[in-house]
C-alpha cells in the first residue's frame, strides 16, 4: 500500500467511527444486562463511601453478571467537592474489556440506552448513576473480583480509581 492511501484511510476510519458514537438511542442488550431491575433496588449494605482526588463516591456496586452473559452494569452516585467542574470521559478495568457512559429512557414503552461521551460535574454537583438512568455499561466481563476496581478518567487525565462491590440482584 503506497503512503497516499494510508493517508486517506486513517481519516475514514475515524469518522465512521465517531458517527458510530453518535447513533440515535438504541436498544443494546437490555433484557441481558437490566433483567429484572427496578428504580428502587437497594444499592448493597456496608458498601463504603470513597473520597478520590476530590470527588465523593458512594455506593458503587457492579450487577454480577447472568451466566453466560459477558456485559453487566455499574452504579454509583458522585459529588464534586471542588470548586472547579470536573467532566468524566472515559472508564477502564483490568476486569473488563470496555466501558461505557450510557443513559436510559423511555421511548414508546421501550427502555433504550444511548452512549454520552462525557459527565459533567459542576462544582458541589451531585450526579446518580441508577437503575432506569445513567450507568456504566460494562461490555466484555471476565472473571469478576470484588471488589471491582474501575478508573474514572476525567478531560485534564486525572484518575479516579474506585472499588466497587458485586451485587447479585437474582439473589433473595
Ligand atoms: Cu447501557
Known amino acids: 500500500m503506497n503512503p497516499a492511501s494510508l493517508q486517506y484511510r486513517v ?15 438504541v436498544v443494546l442488550c437490555l433484557a441481558a444486562c437490566h433483567a429484572g431491575e427496578r428504580a428502587a433496588d437497594d444499592p448493597p449494605s456496608g458498601n463504603p463511601v470513597q473520597d478520590v482526588g476530590g470527588l465523593h463516591f458512594s455506593q458503587p456496586y457492579v450487577r ?7 456485559k453487566s452494569v455499574g452504579y ?24 461505557e457512559f450510557h443513559t436510559t429512557r423511555e421511548v414508546e ?3 433504550r440506552m444511548r452512549r454520552l461521551k462525557d459527565v459533567t460535574l459542576a462544582p458541589g454537583d451531585t450526579v446518580e448513576f441508577i437503575p432506569g438512568g ?10 469478576l473480583v470484588e471488589p ?14 474506585v472499588e466497587f462491590a458485586l ?6
Open 11 to 25: 481519516p475514514a476510519a475515524r469518522r465512521y467511527t465517531r458517527h458510530m458514537l453518535w447513533l440515535p438511542w
Open 64 to 70: 454480577t453478571p447472568l451466566p453466560g452473559v459477558d
Open 76 to 99: 454509583f452516585k458522585v459529588t464534586n467537592t471542588t470548586p472547579q467542574p470536573i467532566i468524566l470521559k472515559a472508564a477502564a478495568s483490568d476486569q473488563i474489556r470496555a466501558i
Open 109 to 111: 414503552g421501550m427502555m
Open 134 to 143: 445513567r450507568h456504566l455499561m460494562l461490555f466484555g466481563i471476565g472473571e
Open 148 to 161: 471491582v476496581p474501575i478508573k474514572l478518567k476525567d478531560t485534564q487525565d486525572r484518575a479516579y480509581l
Open 167 to 172: 451485587k447479585d440482584v437474582r439473589a433473595p
